[in-house]
């Protein structure tokens, strides 16, 4: 069981940057992809970016491609994700996942454990 708590959401203006962060406890974080997926008002869950367990691999969504990159820190159980050049229609609530020796891609059924999301607003 992985517990994950999101943090770093807030109300910026568009082409400032975030930096949110996805902590873990009590789980092998350190053996699972981590993915950060978003969701806006009445649209779906999207994935964003991924990184795999092992943190050789990462996946992007096109639209976040050259703006937004992942890392993760094992000692410290956590996952960044820099926003930068950030537009209004990356406004959502951004969720992290785990999945346990997974690639860090966008299959968000692969994810079994979920953080409860941090707000990012980005005014025009």
């Known amino acids: 069981q992985v517990q994950l708590v999101e943090s770093g959401g807030g109300l910026v203006q568009a082409g400032d940057s975030l930096r949110l962060s996805c902590v873990a406890s009590?789980?092998?974080?350190?053996?699972?992809?981590v993915g950060w997926f978003r969701q806006a008002p009445g649209k779906e869950r999207e994935f964003v970016i991924g990184?795999?367990?092992?943190?050789?691999?990462?996946h992007y969504a096109d639209s976040v491609k050259g703006r937004f990159t992942i890392s993760r820190d094992n000692a410290r159980n956590t996952v960044y994700l820099q926003m930068n050049s950030l537009k209004p229609e990356d406004t959502a609530v951004y969720y992290c996942?785990?999945?346990?020796?997974?690639?860090?891609?966008?299959?968000?059924?692969?994810?079994?454990?979920w953080g409860q999301g941090t707000q990012v607003t980005v005014s025009s």
């Open positions: 990184i795999s367990w092992g943190g050789s691999s990462t």
């Open positions: 996942a785990a999945n346990y020796l997974g690639a860090g891609d966008g299959n968000v059924r692969d994810y079994g454990f």
């Open positions: 009590g789980g092998a974080f350190s053996r699972s992809a």
